[in-house]
């Protein structure tokens, strides 16, 4: 759908500070409801060198297209040039000015960076799973389901956007189309976010689906262990970060008044959680996990988690029984029973 400049405008109050919900290097974002009373979000984009509006028209029809219940939908977008005035070296200039905006479904659940602390994830450990998963979901959809795979190469828990019921969106897909658009080198435009790029492309400036895989797992640490959770893995081996994860989460859930045998299950899933972040952040690009095979395992993990469930009233006789089982292996990837 093609808005018209003076209708944003109009709705945004001609995109003033009070309608205004962010800003990034890209971009400022706003909030503005259409006449039906659809809440939307706007991203006004800034004055781009290099930028060949017809592969950006192209790259903006793909995003269109992709519908799925983890990425944020994208709605229209505005592209108009008109004159305006300008300051050039101290004087007013009569310029052509390109206006491009971008414009998504608002979510009013916020973004989940809102929810990580230093120390730890305020949200419950079932609402962490279900971020978690949901993302993982919306990354494969994205890596694997379209015509071409589209590549976010921003991902953070600042573009990760909760609904009403903390149902996880990937947003801020603009950076995907701007980067295919550009006409100088992908690293004049490319900046990601620092702690969020791969070494891969700090050092050469490579851009594969491993990119995103890596910022997934940054995601994943900070999700399970606070915003000092990568630091912390840093100077401790796989087997210890992933017992002192472990021991954090038992602990907060023995403390709760609420406290239920079944989180002896959930410990499953934050195991599994750690080591498939641990996995994607792998210095090697080539021992990074795919998205598609890190849903795949999310998706046994469940059945299996489902089956316990069903066979084992009490949870605490599987888990017992696996501690035999259980293992970490020298690559410090943890398997407990016969799928971990």
């Known amino acids: 759908m093609d808005f018209k400049l003076q209708l944003l405008e109009a709705i945004t109050d001609n995109f003033s500070e009070e309608q205004k919900l962010g800003s990034g290097d890209y971009g400022e974002v706003y909030r503005a409801v259409l006449d039906n009373g659809e809440y939307i979000a706007l991203k006004k984009l800034h004055q781009l060198q290099g930028l060949d509006d017809k592969q950006f028209r192209s790259g903006f029809r793909d995003l269109v297209r992709v519908s799925h219940k983890n990425v944020v939908r994208l709605i229209g977008y505005c592209h108009e040039s008109r004159k305006k005035y300008v300051e050039h070296k101290g004087e007013l200039t009569l310029a052509k000015i390109t206006e491009r905006v971008l414009c998504f479904e608002y979510m009013h659940g916020g973004s989940f960076d809102k929810h990580i602390a230093d120390e730890s994830c305020e ?48 947003s801020d897909l603009g950076l995907s189309i701007l980067v295919s658009s550009t006409k100088t080198h992908e690293t004049e435009i490319l900046r990601g976010t620092q702690g969020y790029m791969p070494p891969e492309y700090r050092d050469s400036g490579l851009v594969s689906n491993k990119f995103d895989v890596f910022s997934l797992g940054i995601i994943i640490i900070k999700t399970v262990a606070g915003n000092m959770g990568y630091f912390r893995y840093s100077e401790m081996s796989h087997k210890d970060f992933i017992e002192f994860v472990s021991e954090n989460w038992m602990k907060r859930w023995q403390a709760m008044p609420g406290y239920y045998s079944s989180h002896e299950i959930d410990i499953l899933t934050v195991i599994t959680c750690i080591e498939t972040a641990l996995r994607c952040v792998d210095t090697d690009q080539k021992k990074r996990p795919c998205i598609e095979d890190i849903v795949h395992e999310l998706d046994e993990l469940e059945a299996e988690i489902k089956k316990i469930r069903l066979l084992a009233p009490d949870p605490m006789q599987i888990l017992l029984s696996n501690q035999d089982d259980q293992k970490i292996g020298s690559d410090g990837h943890c398997t407990m029973g016969k799928r971990f």
Request: aromatic share 6%.
């Open 123 to 170: 949200l419950d450990w079932p609402i962490c799973y279900k971020i978690i998963k949901g993302t993982c979901e919306g990354l494969n959809h994205l890596h694997t389901k379209q015509e071409k795979p589209i590549f976010h190469l921003d991902l953070k828990p600042s573009n990760i956007l909760l609904d009403e019921s903390m149902t996880p969106k990937i």
